[in-house]
């Protein structure tokens, strides 16, 4: 997987490199299955508006997965639980698309399955 970060109003620092990059790694098993690279963009932002809405720190991660998008966003008085909350926002959306492809497979397979029935 290949993590780019983007950082507003503050400086990219080693630590902050390692947090992201650790957090986001759970991603990966969830995309074993991708059959063109995998690529997320994380952008976290530290920012006088999101100070005014209760928050310190605004985290925003796209996740492009074959050609699919997936996205999520957070804001957090600390951003750590920012990261985690997109993490969390990213494995839900990729989950529910897996689920969606599962149940149109076995729905196509019903369908099947009451055509070949019809026909005796």
Same mark, same amino acid.
């Given at each position: 997987?290949?993590?780019?970060?983007?950082?507003?109003?503050? %400086?990219?620092?080693?630590? &902050?490199?390692?947090?992201?990059?650790?957090?986001?790694?759970?991603?990966? /098993?969830? $995309?074993?299955?991708?059959?063109?690279?995998?690529?997320?963009?994380?952008?976290?932002?530290?920012?006088?508006?999101?100070?005014?809405?209760?928050?310190?720190?605004?985290?925003?991660?796209?996740? +492009?997965?074959?050609?699919?998008?997936?996205?999520?966003?957070?804001?957090?008085?600390?951003?750590?639980? %920012? &990261?985690?909350?997109?993490?969390?926002?990213? $494995?839900? @959306?990729?989950?529910?698309?897996?689920?969606?492809? @599962?149940?149109?497979? /076995?729905?196509?397979?019903?369908?099947? /399955?009451?055509?070949?029935?019809? +026909?005796?």
């Amino acid at each position: 997987m290949h993590i780019t970060i983007t950082v507003r109003n503050q %400086a990219l620092t080693p630590a &902050v490199q390692d947090l992201v990059e650790e957090k986001f790694s759970a991603l990966e /098993k969830l $995309v074993v299955r991708a059959t063109s690279p995998v690529t997320l963009a994380c952008e976290i932002d530290e920012s006088m508006a999101a100070v005014r809405a209760g928050a310190k720190y605004r985290v925003e991660g796209n996740l +492009g997965v074959d050609g699919k998008l997936f996205r999520a966003e957070a804001e957090n008085e600390t951003l750590e639980g %920012a &990261v985690d909350r997109v993490r969390d926002g990213l $494995v839900r @959306e990729l989950q529910n698309a897996q689920g969606k492809k @599962e149940n149109l497979l /076995k729905r196509g397979g019903a369908a099947l /399955k009451r055509m070949l029935r019809f +026909g005796n």
